[in-house]
């Protein structure tokens, strides 16, 4: 289930990807912890969007 939403992914180009990344992230973090933008917050957006983006731009398998 996982592998085919992260193929779609694969038809948009890179940006739209790190943005829509950064943003569904941000705002999942917002839901859950509703105190503000925090350091912590922003440090654990870029971890998670880091850990995404590696699972979408890894090389498609042949």
């Given at each position: 289930?996982?592998?085919?939403?992260?193929?779609?992914?694969?038809?948009?180009?890179?940006l739209?990807?790190?943005?829509?990344?950064?943003?569904?992230?941000?705002?999942?973090?917002?839901?859950?912890?509703?105190?503000?933008?925090t350091?912590f917050k922003?440090?654990v957006?870029?971890?998670?969007?880091?850990?995404n983006?590696?699972?979408i731009?890894?090389?498609?398998?042949?």
């Amino acid at each position: 289930m996982l592998n085919k939403i992260h193929q779609f992914f694969y038809k948009l180009p890179d940006l739209v990807k790190f943005f829509y990344l950064t943003v569904l992230t941000a705002a999942t973090l917002d839901y859950f912890f509703e105190d503000g933008l925090t350091v912590f917050k922003v440090i654990v957006i870029t971890v998670v969007t880091i850990f995404n983006c590696l699972i979408i731009f890894k090389p498609k398998e042949k």
